[in-house]
């Protein structure tokens, strides 16, 4: 008998602070015109001082866990994807444990920048796949608003804070049909930080921690891959793309969306959308836009849904699923 990894919960989160494009016209050289033409974004929401990266994943996780209804005791792992650790260590999924008061169970964080819940997903599935575990808490959070240079325009206006959780069941039932995660390390230098724990941390040297970003050419790299990964998903599982109900794609720009769904041949009403609210929350936008698309309504039990990333590392994946 097959096993198969369910979702049977959903939960997001969103710190309170918001950040418009006008509050940002007053902080750097910018304009809502420009950001909403080249990005479709809004405003994005700012973590408070204090807030870190586990209370995120904390409050979405209690959201996940509500709609699962099942308590944290029920969990057998964590898995966190992030890029915005609270620490280097220990892993914000180790710090997640505790806030939700579930000791003993594996808990690690993946670090796949925007890719991070897909591969976190990944491995969840293939850990119930295996018949060891039975349920699995897979979050993706960050506070990347905590390494933005607010002097880089180019990158200043892109990023965002929040968490996204699913709660995943072995299930006879389908449920993920299949994850696929790839990387390529050489185009490391087109999006990365400008320093890191072990090349040094000396502000006096490069200034604080920041987010670096050749945007135009990871632009033409995230259209080109993420039309593979597509196609990659649909052939494994022989389907069509008219097979899709939804695409739940990564939130970092509606260009990007828009290219990916047309590819696709899909309609932007089966997209769902909220880069325009959230900025690119990396790790955190999958799972919070399928949270979204789950609570407005939109995607329904049954119906199949097509998660895809693409980040810094360059990493990408995508995981098709019946939900
Ligand atoms: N406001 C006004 N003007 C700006 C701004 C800004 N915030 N930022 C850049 N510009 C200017 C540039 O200086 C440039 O001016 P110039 O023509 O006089 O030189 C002009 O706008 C065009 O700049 P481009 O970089 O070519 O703009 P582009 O259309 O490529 O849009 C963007 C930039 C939005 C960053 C886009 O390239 C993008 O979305 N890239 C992909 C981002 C992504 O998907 N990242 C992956 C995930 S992130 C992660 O993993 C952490």
Sequence with gaps: MTIYSKIIGTGRYLPEKILTNKDLEKIVDTNDQWIQERTGI??????????????????ASIK????ADIQASDLDMIIVGTTTPDLIFPS???LLQSKLGCPGIGAFDVNAACSGFIY???????????????????????TLTRIVNWEDRTTAVLFGDGAGAVVLEASKEQGILSTHIHANGDHADLLTTNK???????????????????????FKVAVKTLGSIVDETLEHNNLEKSDIDWLVPHQANLRIITATARKLKMDMNQVIVT??????????????????????????????????????????????LKL
Excluded at 42 to 59: C, E, M, P, V
Excluded at 276 to 300: E, W
């Design 64 to 67: 996940a866990l509500e709609a």
């Design 275 to 320: 880069v325009d609210q959230t900025g690119n929350t990396s790790a955190a936008s999958v799972p919070m836009a399928l949270d979204y698309g789950i609570r407005s309504g939109k995607i329904k039990k049954g119906q199949t849904v097509l998660l895809e990333a693409f980040g810094g590392g360059f990493t990408w994946g995508s995981a098709l």
């Design 92 to 94: 914000t999924a180790c």
């Design 196 to 218: 890191g724990p072990s090349r040094g941390m000396d502000d006096s040297q490069t200034g604080p921690i920041a987010i670096m970003m050749k945007g135009n050419a990871v």
């Design 120 to 142: 976190a997903l990944s491995v969840a599935d293939k850990y119930i796949k295996s018949g060891s575990h039975k349920r699995i808490l897979v979050v993706g959070a960050e």
């Design 42 to 59: 809004k405003q994005r929401h700012i973590a408070a001082d204090g807030q870190y990266t586990s209370d995120l994943a904390y409050n």
